[in-house]
């Protein structure tokens, strides 16, 4: 890819999954990829168990806001993955969509949130190698 690939993660809440897959973007990518999160229905703030989790491998998203999806996001980005939010997400010819099939962290404990979290680091690792080669 010639221009930094712009990576746009969407959920329900914008308070846990998306959030996430931010977090290990932001890490991993550094410089190298514009990273964007969103939510059909944002919450007011990040989940605390996922930030909980999120701490523990040293990923701070505790400063982070939960902000709504709106189509100029969809539309600047190269790679746009879903995480539970259906039809929320407006459709554009040529851009990359996925859809991850992750539990929702809403309201589970530690132990659960620390699964779905190592599964999206393995998802945007693979991600980001693919974006990047």
């Known amino acids: 890819m010639s221009k930094k690939p712009t990576v746009l993660f969407v959920c329900v809440h914008n308070a846990g999954r998306s959030q996430m897959a931010a ?45 709504i999806l709106t189509t100029e996001a969809v539309i600047e980005s190269d790679a746009v993955i879903t995480m539970g939010c259906g039809d929320a997400c407006p459709f554009f010819p040529g851009k990359r969509y996925e859809d991850w099939v992750l ?10 949130v620390r699964k779905v979290r190592d599964d999206i680091k393995d998802r945007v690792e693979a991600l980001l190698s693919e974006l990047l080669a």
């Open 103 to 112: 539990e929702d962290p809403a309201g589970q404990n530690l132990d659960v």
């Open 23 to 67: 977090g290990f973007m932001r890490q991993l990518g550094g410089d190298r990829v514009e990273v964007l999160s969103a939510g059909s229905e944002p919450k007011d703030s990040i989940n605390p168990v996922a930030v909980e989790a999120m701490a523990e491998v040293g990923i701070d998203i505790a400063n982070q806001q939960p902000k």
